[in-house]
Each structure stands twice: as structure tokens, then as C-alpha cells.
């Protein structure tokens, strides 16, 4: 069960890179997962259509909780077309671990959050679908 | 005293593997495991006595119904109740709350009345008063839990002085504790309260006796106690029912019908509206049979020891921290705890993948107790007849296990 990736994200879980709040952020988006109360908010600073910024709060598993620290390290300096474009896919490559159908859940909050806020910041409506990649 | 090893052969589910290890089962506050006796119960109800009830003529209809008011007798009897008539087949311990609520709550309460309930509770026996509360206009108030597990039973008096109604929790299905239920209803009854007690945790695990307990309403789930899923009593004391106007409307809880009002049918049936589950009040009545061969007494006996045992070995784990009380007769057989900095999701899915052990991660249904011990989730695992000594000790390295895999030593 040991393996690289699981100490990475266990490393991210314990160490969470890009915690916090910003203020007065241009983007900020809050959900919640009910199977395991994980929470994710997420902070988002935009400058010329380019995240500038991004801090995110939460408590959860390991899995939600790594999977929002990596993305905000993935995030940063990236065009706002281009972070509305992420996938599931690139999440779960990210993480690279097999996940249960229960846990995709965990894994993609972060995701969920990230695009209701981006579409929220342009305008534009989101299906469902789309919110989990 | 029964071998839980022999009881195992009874449970078909036992013979399955998970990820290629023997089930070990320890949620059974959330729902236990069926015997064969209780699934070949149904499948014969299905096969030789399928109809429905209270309106046939002919025989089928006539033999279904005397199984159903059978199962009620059965109820009655297991839980000491002195009229058959005291017991309401519902769907669980939920919908059964729901009644009391609804039925007699909406009706009684008034703007200003005070609900009293308990920090412990389950989301069960909160959320139906929250509802009725804001519709009445009335107020909750929540006994608090002290940092060892027990109701703050000094404060009793105070808060039910001018209280209309109190539920609680027999037994807790986060901390295990079991609640001094006698002295609750007696403080109640001086202060002309009406008192709801919420027995999931209870039924399955110790003798109760409705009767010397006296509660205007008890409430349990089937599917906790070896019976199926779908069937739940109200047990209710017999003149409230009267008093009471129905919960749920249509057929089978009516006399007489026209089109411009209706006239309600006898106690119970006033509250079993619609065609209701007969295989399942069946199942639920073989299940008590079941109970009651390897004798209540036996059970919660079997449990402390369990118990016991848990509280002694796991305890020495590093970095692992119980909630509840730490005195084993204070308590039913489960247990919560957190493993040091390990979410409990993923320590539940670790013990699945690994060791094909089912425990439950997560507040429970329970959130208020959590959040009182600043806690989001704990891990709870839960015995019953056909847990193990052993079973325990596999968890005691499963867990070990984990603080290794999960870097927390
Ligand atoms: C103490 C307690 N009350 C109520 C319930 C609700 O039972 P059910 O889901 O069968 O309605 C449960 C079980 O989940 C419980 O443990």
C-alpha cells in the first residue's frame, strides 16, 4: 500500500501548500462533500486573465485535502481559460493513486469548487456535469 | 452462553469474502446481519401466504393478517408491553419519531412550549423537532453531555421544570453510554412532561421492559435487532393513542369514508396507513425468536466483554483517543475513537481494503456530539452476537498497521 504517491499526498494532507485566506480575492468559492464533511474554500487573486494567486482553507480527508493543496500549486500563473479546461483526468493524474468510486468524490471537490468559482467570476453557467470535470 | 463462532454459521452473508478476506463485520449500529432463519421467513411468507391484509375474505388474505397481528403480539411481548394494541409497525426508529412528532407534537405543542432533548442525540430524534418547532413556534433546549460521556443528569430538574415534551436516546450510538432511562421518565412524569425515548441502540443490546419504564412513547428499529430492513415499532402508551389524531392518511387507518370527512380506525391501526410491510413485521417477529433463544441477558454479557477487552487493548495503541465513558457497564458494545491524525475515511477504507473489516467512519448521523468534542468524524466499530475476541485483536493490528502505513507513529 506504501508508495510514492500515497507519501505525497500524505505529505500535502499534513503540510497543505498555499493555506490561508486572501483578502479581498477576486474569486472565492466554498462546497462541502456530506460522506466524509470534507470541506474546501478556496481564494483566488486574477491579474490580466492569469491567476495571480490562490490560498484555499479546508478540513477533510487526506484525499480532498491533498488533492486541493496540489491544485492550488498547479494553479498559479495559469490562465483562467486554461484552469476552466482542467479535467478529472488531470486531478486523478495528479494524484495518481486508485481511487474507489466513493472517494472520486474526495478527489474532485477541489475541482468542483475551483470551476463554480471561475464560472461564477466570468458569468457563465455551469452544468453539473462539468462541475466534476 | 452462546458461541458466537456457532452463531456464525447462521448468517449466510459470513460466508462471503472481502477483497479476498473473511468479513469482519463491526457496523452493526447501523444495521446488524441477517440470520437464515429471519431470510427463510420472509422468502416463506412470500411463497405460501402472500396477500394483503385486514380486507380479504378468503383464506390467503385471512392467514396474512393473523401472521401480521401475530408479529405485533410477538413485539409486544419481547418488549413488555401489557396491550398488543400499544404497538405501531412502522418503517424504522425515524419514521416512528416522525409519528410522535407529527401526530402528537404539531397538535400539541404551542407557541413558546419547550421541547427538551439531549447533545446526544441522533440526527433522528432532532431534525423531525427542529421542524415542528419552527412550525409551533416553539423552543429546543439540548441537556448537555459532560467530557466523559454522561448526560449532565444534575441539571434534570432545571430543564424539565417547564418542559412540554423530552426525547432522548436510551443508548448513544456515538458514545455507547446508556442513559439512566428510569430516573429520566420519573423526573419527567413529576413535572407532567411527555417523554419519547429513542431505543435503536437499546432494544438490540439490552433487556427492556416498556412497561416498568413507562415512557409515553418508545421508538426502535427492526433492522438493528437481526430483523430486515422497511419495519420499525412505535411502542405508545395506550390512552395518548387514543387521544391522538392520525399521522399518516389513506386506507387502512379509516372506519368509514365519505366525501366529506372520515372517521378513523381502531388503535394501532388508526396509525398504519396504506398496505404495510407483512414480510418484514414477519422477519422481524422470527428475529425476536431468535433473540430471545439465545436470551438478551446472554447478549449484553457477550458485548461487555467485548467491550471490555476493546477498551483494555485498544486503548494501548499510540495516538489512538476514545470518546465515551470509560467505565465498560456504562456502555453498549461500540466504540469511537480517532487514530491520531488519520482522517477516518481513510482509515476505514485502509481497514476494508486490507483487512475486509467494516467499520463506520463519520459523524454518525450524530453531528452535534462530534462537533461539541471538536471533532468532524470518528471511527466507530460495532459488535454484536457474532463478534469476536479475535475480531478485536485483528482490528488492534490493523490499527497498528495503519499508524505505520499512514506515517502517524
Ligand atoms: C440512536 C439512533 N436513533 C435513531 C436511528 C435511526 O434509525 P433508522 O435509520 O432505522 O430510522 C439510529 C440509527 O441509525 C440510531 O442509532
Known amino acids: 500500500m506504501s508508495s510514492p504517491e500515497l507519501d505525497e499526498i500524505l505529505d500535502h494532507y499534513r503540510n497543505p501548500r498555499n493555506y490561508g485566506e486572501i483578502e479581498n480575492p477576486d474569486i472565492h468559492m466554498r462546497d462541502s462533500n456530506p460522506l466524509c464533511g470534507d470541506i474546501i474554500e478556496i481564494f483566488i487573486k486574477v491579474k490580466d486573465g492569469v491567476i495571480s494567486d490562490v490560498k484555499f482553507k479546508g478540513r477533510g480527508c487526506a484525499i480532498s485535502q491533498a488533492s486541493a493543496s496540489k491544485l492550488t500549486e498547479k494553479l498559479i500563473g495559469m490562465k483562467i481559460e486554461d484552469a476552466k479546461n482542467l479535467s478529472r483526468q488531470d486531478i486523478l493524474d495528479m494524484l495518481g493513486i486508485e481511487l474507489s468510486p466513493v472517494r472520486l468524490k474526495c478527489a474532485l471537490l477541489s475541482l468542483k469548487v475551483l470551476k463554480t468559482g471561475l464560472y461564477t467570476y466570468l458569468g457563465q453557467k455551469l452544468e453539473r456535469d462539468e462541475a466534476e470535470g | ?409
Request: hydrophobic residues 40%; charged residues 25%.
Open chain 2, 1 to 409: 452462553m452462546f458461541d458466537p463462532v456457532i452463531l456464525r454459521k447462521d448468517f449466510p452473508i459470513f460466508e462471503r469474502e472481502i477483497n479476498g478476506k473473511r468479513l469482519i463485520y463491526l457496523d452493526n449500529a447501523a444495521t446488524t446481519q441477517k440470520p437464515k432463519q429471519v431470510i427463510d421467513a420472509i422468502k416463506n411468507y412470500y411463497e405460501k401466504y402472500n396477500a394483503n391484509v385486514h380486507r380479504g375474505v378468503y383464506r390467503l388474505s385471512i392467514e396474512s393478517t393473523e401472521l401480521y397481528e401475530n408479529a405485533r403480539k410477538i413485539v409486544a411481548e419481547f418488549i413488555g408491553a401489557k396491550d398488543w394494541r400499544e404497538v405501531i409497525f412502522t418503517r424504522n426508529t425515524t419514521e416512528s419519531i416522525n409519528l410522535v412528532a407529527y401526530a402528537y407534537g404539531l397538535h400539541n405543542l404551542k407557541q413558546g412550549d419547550k421541547i427538551v432533548l439531549t447533545e446526544m442525540e441522533h440526527h433522528s430524534n432532532i431534525v423531525p423537532w427542529q421542524n415542528i418547532a419552527s412550525l409551533k413556534k416553539a423552543k429546543i433546549y439540548y441537556i448537555p453531555v459532560t467530557d466523559n460521556g454522561y448526560l449532565e443528569t444534575d441539571l434534570i430538574d432545571k430543564y424539565l421544570k417547564d418542559a412540554s415534551i423530552f426525547a432522548f436516546t436510551h443508548a448513544s450510538n456515538v458514545l455507547g453510554t446508556i442513559n439512566p432511562v428510569n430516573e429520566l421518565v420519573k423526573t419527567a412524569k413529576e413535572y407532567g412532561v411527555i417523554t419519547l425515548i429513542d431505543g435503536a441502540q437499546a432494544i438490540p443490546h439490552l433487556p427492556v421492559n416498556v412497561s416498568s419504564i413507562d415512557a409515553d412513547f418508545y421508538a426502535f428499529s427492526g433492522h438493528k435487532m437481526l430483523g430486515p430492513l422497511g419495519i420499525g415499532v412505535l411502542y405508545a402508551n395506550r390512552m395518548l393513542l387514543e387521544e391522538m389524531g392520525p399521522f399518516l392518511c389513506g386506507g387502512e387507518m379509516i372506519r368509514e369514508v365519505s366525501l366529506e370527512n372520515s372517521s378513523w380506525n381502531e388503535v394501532p391501526w388508526k396509525f398504519e396507513a396504506g398496505t404495510p410491510s407483512v414480510a418484514d413485521a414477519v422477519g422481524l417477529s422470527e428475529a425476536i425468536k431468535y433473540l430471545t433463544r439465545i436470551g438478551i441477558d446472554n447478549i449484553k454479557r457477550h458485548e461487555l466483554k467485548l467491550i471490555e477487552y476493546s477498551l483494555q487493548s485498544l486503548i494501548k495503541i499510540p495516538r489512538l483517543k476514545v470518546i465515551g465513558p470509560m467505565e465498560p457497564n456504562d456502555r453498549t458494545g461500540l466504540l469511537s475513537f480517532i487514530l491520531a491524525d488519520i482522517h477516518p475515511h481513510d482509515l476505514a477504507e485502509f481497514l476494508d481494503n486490507k483487512y475486509g473489516i467494516a467499520v463506520r467512519a463519520g459523524h454518525h448521523c450524530a453531528m452535534p456530539i462530534h462537533t461539541k468534542y471538536g471533532l468532524a468524524a470518528t471511527i466507530r466499530a460495532s459488535f454484536y452476537i457474532y463478534n469476536t475476541i479475535e475480531e478485536i485483536d485483528i482490528l488492534g493490528n490493523a490499527l497498528r498497521e495503519a499508524l505505520r502505513v499512514f506515517k502517524a507513529e
